[in-house]
């Protein structure tokens, strides 16, 4: 997946004027933060040298998750969405995503960081004349109530920062605030996992009704030693490379999401939840289907071959 060409020359133009060795620095002191701080409430980025950093090594990887889950969640929908809410913002990354599969009408961003807040704002001067008059505020997600509503809303890669009080009060806030569709995306790691379950049977005992990727509403059925995580390959720009420490041309982005909706949509019939293995004459999937998690052997005489063929890791298929 390559970033929109608006998005590349947004994130080139904040590294005008910027010294390397700085950048590669607070590089660095991110990644460490990000590995070591998050769930703890601590505020892991508060420098506009740190939020530059972060546009060029994360705001990549985060605008292809959400884009990927976007992807997903939209297959299932069919209810008209005009404005978006993305909570927990960053430099904006969610709200680019979304821009570029939805016919929006307006966009709000909230984010707690004025770093963040105002090298997002300031990329988005380079994107559509939605993103250009987009609204940022200034908001904490633990502190202060969040009084706007949207019909869709997004929060990525912002619950796994808070502690397992305040996630629960964030969520609360997150759901009262969707007027349609709510969408969570967080790193698919397993202790990020464990987070985002709890927060399904959380949503779920509010009423809401689940999208994707699950393809029911009951408990998870996957093992206590196992995770559900999907991927996304992002392009890598030379700086990126460089500051990461990479010869790859392209990163893997793991992550995991939920969407959930107030009215019941269709839902997948099984959800991909590993690569698919390709044989001579046959494709085996491991899927998550309403009452089981099973491999599927499909052959050339399976009704879902040529379906199969072309499916990925986090597809749906035969729904």
């Not at 909230?110 to 963040?116: D, F, I, K």
């Not at 109530?145 to 997004?154: G, N, R, S, V, Y």
């Not at 990525?156 to 629960?168: F, G, K």
Request: glycine content about 6%; hydrophobic content about 35%; charged content about 30%.
């Amino acid at each position: 997946m390559e970033l929109p060409i608006e998005l590349r020359i947004a994130i080139e133009e904040q590294l005008i004027g910027t010294n390397y060795a700085t950048l590669k620095q607070d590089t660095q002191t991110l990644s460490k933060n990000y590995r070591t701080e998050s769930g703890q409430g601590k505020r892991l980025l508060t420098k506009d040298d740190e939020a530059i950093a972060y546009s060029v090594v994360r705001m990549p990887a985060t605008y292809g998750a959400v884009h990927k889950a976007l992807e997903y969640t939209l297959d299932f929908v069919d209810c008209k969405i005009e404005t978006l809410l993305d909570i927990g913002a960053g430099t904006g990354a969610a709200s680019w995503a979304a821009n570029s599969l939805i016919d929006l009408d307006s966009i709000i961003c909230l984010e707690r960081e004025n770093a963040m807040l105002q090298i997002g704002q300031k990329m988005m001067k380079n994107g559509s004349r939605i993103l250009n008059n987009s609204k940022w505020i200034k908001h904490d997600l633990v502190r202060d109530t969040i009084t706007e509503k949207a019909d869709l809303i997004i929060a990525s890669y912002v619950l796994n920062e808070l502690d397992d009080d305040n996630r629960i009060k964030a969520v609360d806030q997150i759901w009262e605030a969707t007027s349609k569709i709510a969408v969570i995306v967080e790193p698919g790691t397993p202790t990020a996992f464990s987070q985002l379950k709890k927060v399904r049977e959380y949503l779920l005992s509010k009423g809401a009704h689940m999208i994707a990727p699950c393809p029911h509403e009951e408990s998870c059925l996957l093992p206590q030693n196992d995770w559900c995580h999907f991927s996304c390959r992002i392009q890598r720009s030379k700086l990126h490379r460089q500051l990461k420490e990479g010869d790859a041309p392209y990163e893997d982005e793991k992550f995991m999401y939920i969407a959930v909706s107030r009215e019941q949509y269709r839902n997948a019939e099984a959800r991909i939840l590993r690569h698919p293995i390709v044989d001579k004459g046959r494709i085996t999937l491991d899927v998550c289907k309403e009452d089981k998690i099973e491999k599927m052997m499909i052959t050339k005489k399976h009704e879902l071959y040529k379906e199969a063929r072309k499916a990925q890791w986090g597809d749906s298929i035969g729904g």
